[in-house]
T-cell receptor, first 111, second 112 residues
Framework: NAGVTQTPKFRVLKTGQSMTLLCAQD?????MYWYRQDPGMGLRLIHY???????AKGEVPDGYNVSRLKKQNFLLGLESAAPSQTSVYFC??????????FGPGTRLTVL | ELKVEQNPLFLSMQEGKNYTIYCNYS?????LYWYRQDPGKSLESLFV?????AVKQEGRLMASLDTKARLSTLHITAAVHDLSATYFC????????????FGQGTELSVKP
């Protein structure tokens, strides 16, 4: 059981480039989430999904898009990266109304 | 808007001492979670508190919940160096799709 995995672990982008972060879970969880973590601000929810084919906005959705085409995968896209999107990104998954399990994180730097 | 505030944000303790981390939240909540994060690592679930008066203990950590006061505490007993980490509380809200709102985190350093 791998739990929640994230790809890639590290990435450096130039301003204006695009990229996709992949989250995969093998626990058959319905709910999946994308957070960003910045110093002194805890974790902030970007987007989330309560099931395959559904997504919704979180606290800080601007500049990001997501897709959940398969139950086990949740993709986070940056169409035109900005330095303000430099952060550590965490994916999480859970059963409905249950503890969220977090992936190892992706450290993204936008120059 | 739900807000979650932790204090203190930084805590330096000596081994063997006791201390408490506080987590206040602003609106009605169904559940309160405590997580631990080691530097450069992911978040690990510690406790889930589901009802008023709930108390859970694991080793030197004990968490409690007072929903009337909208307050949770994480009490550390006889701290050891291995407890050094950042501790987050997080709260979800009714009909929120399980969304969590996190506190800022408390960075705990336990020194010999």
């Amino acid at each position: 059981n791998a739990g929640v995995t994230q790809t890639p672990k590290f990435r450096v982008l130039k301003t204006g480039q695009s990229m996709t972060l992949l989250c995969a879970q093998d626990m058959n969880h319905e709910y999946m989430y994308w957070y960003r973590q910045d110093p002194g601000m805890g974790l902030r929810l970007i987007h989330y999904s309560v099931g395959e084919g559904t997504t919704a906005k979180g606290e800080v959705p601007d500049g990001y898009n997501v897709s959940r085409l398969k139950k086990q995968n949740f993709l986070l896209g940056l169409e035109s990266a900005a330095p303000s999107q430099t952060s550590v990104y965490f994916c999480a998954s859970s059963l409905p109304w249950n503890t969220q399990y977090f992936g190892p994180g992706t450290r993204l730097t936008v120059l | 808007e739900l807000k979650v505030e932790q204090n203190p944000l930084f805590l330096s303790m000596q081994e063997g001492k006791n201390y408490t981390i506080y987590c206040n939240y602003s609106t009605t909540s169904d559940r309160l979670y405590w997580y631990r994060q080691d530097p450069g690592k992911s978040l690990e679930s510690l406790f889930v508190l589901l009802s008023n008066g709930a108390v859970k203990q694991e080793g030197r950590l004990m968490a409690s919940l007072d929903t009337k006061a909208r307050l949770s505490t994480l009490h550390i007993t006889a701290a050891v160096h291995d407890l050094s980490a950042t501790y987050f509380c997080a709260v979800d809200t009714p009909n929120s799709g399980g969304k969590l709102i996190f506190g800022q985190g408390t960075e705990l350093s336990v020194k010999p």
